[in-house]
Nanobody
Framework: QVQLVESGGGLVQPGESLRLSCAASGFTFSNYAKNWYRQAPGKERELVASISRIAGRTTYADSVKGRFTISGDSAKNTVYLQMNSLKPEDTAVYYC?????????WGRGTQVTVSS
């Protein structure tokens, strides 16, 4: 059974860090493009960070560039999102996504709240 499970969300103060994890099962994550999306209340879901399927190239939304880092661990079939210098506007539900051709898998999301 294909499954993506996110973890690591929580409540932090501005300037602090969190590391999100996304564990995949039922498929080989390294064969897919790996993406982190987020959706804030009242806003559309936006792509935050990606690792391309073939070259492993990473890309980031301008709003998180220099603060967030996406990485993968093939041995653990897991992708991570290291988030530093968090801001209140980073508050959202963060979703993990795996994509390859017509295959598109999603996790259920993990809540990140940045507030003083």
């Amino acid at each position: 059974q294909v499954q993506l499970v996110e973890s690591g969300g929580g409540l932090v103060q501005p300037g602090e860090s969190l590391r999100l994890s996304c564990a995949a099962s039922g498929f080989t994550f390294s064969n897919y493009a790996k993406n982190w999306y987020r959706q804030a209340p009242g806003k559309e879901r936006e792509l935050v960070a990606s690792i391309s399927r073939i070259a492993g190239r990473t890309t980031y939304a301008d709003s998180v560039k220099g603060r967030f880092t996406i990485s993968g661990d093939s041995a653990k079939n897991t992708v991570y999102l290291q988030m530093n210098s968090l801001k209140p506007e980073d508050t959202a539900v963060y979703y993990c996504n795996a994509h390859r051709y017509v295959d598109d898998y999603w996790g259920r999301g993990t809540q990140v709240t940045v507030s003083s």
